[in-house]
DNA sequence: AAGTGGACCTGCTAGC
DNA sequence: TGCTAGCAGGTCCACT
């Protein structure tokens, strides 16, 4: 489900609530991808300092360390003073004098993992081989260029792989390519300095808008009060294959690269 | 060492 | 109506 705009949309629905709130219980559900690496217990009476994001993933530093929570393909968060029995896909619970941050994961391909540090433990392991934040001013069309030139891939795999460039999943690798008019085939290190540019530029304002918009919600998306997103009705070729591209009226085609849909305008793109 | 295919798990929908 | 196959927003890991 959630790329980095749905986890920022989330992020910042929750993180100043939560700010300060000392945990007075956990509970866990069905495990997730990994284990938590410690007791619940542990984490009893200690602060949330911040809610922090990097990538996908967000960190919740706490006294003794932090929680590194990843939502997969189908997690979402909610934060309330007061939430429900936990239902079947409720897998996590973080009960704090502020309220309860709840994690709810149908497909339990998310996480929630202790680490001693976010440059420590598990947390350090899953986070050393991302690349740069699409919003920092290091990601730029001469980075870009510089990663891609190390692939000779599809660059919609490098765009996904995540270690030039954080943040773009499925849906907005798709629609930053038909902004920067590349075909997701085209192979990485064959794009010339000047495409990387208009690339560069397409992933940073296709999340930005995204952002905007409070994410996309394709089919349960909401952010930490239940508010869903508005991206998907402005996606341009994302779920629209057969229909007419919104710039040029070809027909919207659909191919499958690495298991994973791709969608694009045959016209507006190019190798 | 980059590229690939499989794995994890459940729910929903289209099609027969 | 009911079953089945195929698909879904992520990413790690083993293998070539």
Not at 24 to 38: D, E, F, I, N, S
Not at 44 to 51: D, E, F, I, R, S
Not at 87 to 95: E, I, K, Q
Request: charged share 25%; glycine share 12%; aromatic share 6%.
């Amino acid at each position: 489900m959630p790329e980095l705009p749905e986890v920022e949309v989330t992020r910042l629905s929750f993180a100043r609530r939560i700010l300060g709130g000392r945990v007075t219980a956990v509970r866990l559900g069905k495990p997730l991808r990994w284990p938590m690496g410690c007791a619940g217990e542990s984490l009893l009476g200690q602060t949330v300092g911040a809610v922090i994001r990097r990538g996908k993933y967000l960190w919740l530093p706490l006294e003794g360390g932090g929680l590194l929570m990843h939502l997969g393909m189908s997690g979402s968060l909610r934060f309330a003073d007061h939430v429900a029995p936990p239902g079947a896909h409720d897998h996590f619970d973080l009960v704090t004098t502020r309220g309860t941050l709840r994690l709810t994961d149908p497909r339990r391909f998310g996480a929630v993992v202790w680490s001693p540090a976010i440059d420590a433990g598990t947390a350090a392991r899953l986070l050393s081989g991302l690349g740069l934040e699409p919003f920092d001013p290091a990601f730029s069309g001469a980075s870009l260029h510089a990663g891609l030139r190390r692939r000779r891939g599809a660059v919609k795999l490098a765009l996904l792989a995540g270690d030039i460039v954080v943040g773009a999943g499925n849906i907005y690798a798709s629609e930053a390519l038909f902004a920067a008019g590349i075909d997701p085939r085209a192979r990485s290190n064959t794009l010339s300095r000047p495409r990387c540019e208009r690339l560069a530029i397409a992933v940073r304002d296709t999340l930005a808008r995204a952002l905007e918009l409070g994410g996309s919600t394709l089919r349960d998306f909401r952010d930490a009060h239940g508010v869903a997103g508005d991206f998907q009705n402005e996606a341009r070729v994302y779920g629209r294959e057969g229909e007419p591209c919104r710039v040029c009226g070809a027909r919207v085609r659909r191919i499958v690269q690495a298991q994973r849909a791709s969608y694009f305008c045959p016209r507006c793109q190019r190798r």
